[in-house]
């Protein structure tokens, strides 16, 4: 049973940085994509970044450029750092895994973490 938990969220001011990280448990790491996405309040669930198995990246246009997904194989662990953040990004962030998928749609992954709340202050 895979397990995700998130970490390193909070409050920044607009320009700032964070660093998100998600602990995989459950099966080998190495075997899955890992993913983040996002929902802001009253807002649909939106894509932000993936890192596939050979370590592929893939953002949405909205992050690409300020943040940065990485997988840290000694930690079992996927990172997310976040830099010139705007207010636009708050939204609770969920880390994702898939033993295949690693697009933009949340329904075809099949593990999802909790969530961490990220705030922007402008």
């Known amino acids: 049973q895979v397990q995700l938990v998130e970490s390193g969220g909070g409050l920044v001011q607009a320009g700032g940085s964070l660093r998100l990280s998600c602990a995989f448990s459950?099966?080998?790491?190495?075997?899955?994509?890992m993913g983040w996405f996002r929902q802001a309040p009253g807002k649909e669930r939106e894509f932000v970044a993936s890192?596939?198995?050979?370590?592929?990246?893939y953002y949405s246009d909205s992050v690409k450029g300020r943040f940065t997904i990485s997988r840290d194989a000694a930690k079992n662990s996927a990172n997310l750092q976040m830099n010139n953040l705007r207010p636009e990004d708050s939204a609770v962030y969920y880390c994702?895994?898939?033993?295949?998928?690693?697009?933009?749609?949340?329904?075809?992954?099949?593990?999802w973490g909790q969530g961490t709340q990220v705030t922007v202050s402008s």
């Open positions: 459950g099966r080998p790491f190495s075997t899955y994509v």
């Open positions: 994702v895994a898939d033993a295949t998928y690693y697009g933009p749609l949340g329904h075809m992954y099949n593990h």
């Open positions: 890192i596939s198995k050979p370590e592929l990246t």
